[in-house]
Every structure is written in structure tokens, then in C-alpha cells.
């Protein structure tokens, strides 16, 4: 590889780069975090996918990944509080044996 096709390549990247960098200077601007969870991640961790993003995070699913996470929650009904619901804000979700094994909770075998 010479030296003009060094530049050539440079010249096709640059834009792309200033771009990027725009983007990500516009996002800190704003004060939206880019390093926050996935939907799948955002559920898993017992909170609702209708609420995914988190607040101050940009998000890093599709659209359609949050849409099939809010239907496939929607068609689950729960008895009793949700985890989210029954967790303070700004604490972590956390589950224990009784939230998945109603057997565990009759025997005393909560974690």
C-alpha cells in the first residue's frame, strides 16, 4: 500500500469519524450514558420492559427486540407484586428461591 492509498482510504473515513465523534460529544452534551443494559439484560434483572430504557441511558436494543420483550411480558400473567414494584427506586432488582419456586417458600428454603 502506497502512501495515496493511505490518503484515499483517509479521506472515505474521515467523515464517518467526525461523525462519530459529533455523535458521541452531542450524546455526553445531553448527559445520556451509552454503556447502560439491553432490553434482555434490563428483564432479566426483574425489571419491565416497558420501561426499558433506563433512565439517562440511550438504548442499545431495536425497537422490535423491545417490542417482543413487552409482548412476551404482557402475555405472562404474575400473581402479586412485581419485583419492580415491590424493589425501592434506585435499588437493584434482586429475586430469591421463593420468587421461582413457590415449593421453596411452603419449606422455608428461601436463599
Known amino acids: 500500500m502506497d502512501h495515496s492509498d493511505y490518503d484515499a482510504i483517509k479521506l472515505r473515513l474521515e467523515p464517518w469519524i ?16 451509552r ?9 432479566a ?9 433506563p433512565t439517562g441511558y440511550q438504548s442499545r436494543s431495536t425497537p ?3 417490542a417482543a ?6 402475555a405472562v400473567e404474575v400473581d402479586g407484586p412485581s419485583i419492580e414494584s415491590a424493589t425501592p ?5 434482586t429475586l430469591d428461591k421463593s420468587d ?3 415449593a421453596a417458600q411452603s419449606a422455608g428454603d428461601v436463599a
Request: net charge negative.
Open 18 to 33: 467526525r461523525a462519530t465523534i459529533r455523535d458521541e460529544m452531542q450524546l455526553e452534551k445531553d448527559g445520556v450514558k
Open 35 to 43: 454503556d447502560g443494559p439491553t432490553v434482555a439484560e434490563w428483564v
Open 45 to 53: 434483572a426483574g425489571y419491565s420492559a416497558s420501561s426499558y430504557p
Open 64 to 66: 422490535e427486540e423491545i
Open 69 to 74: 420483550a413487552v409482548a412476551a411480558q404482557e
Open 89 to 93: 427506586a434506585g435499588e437493584p432488582a
Open 100 to 102: 421461582i419456586d413457590p
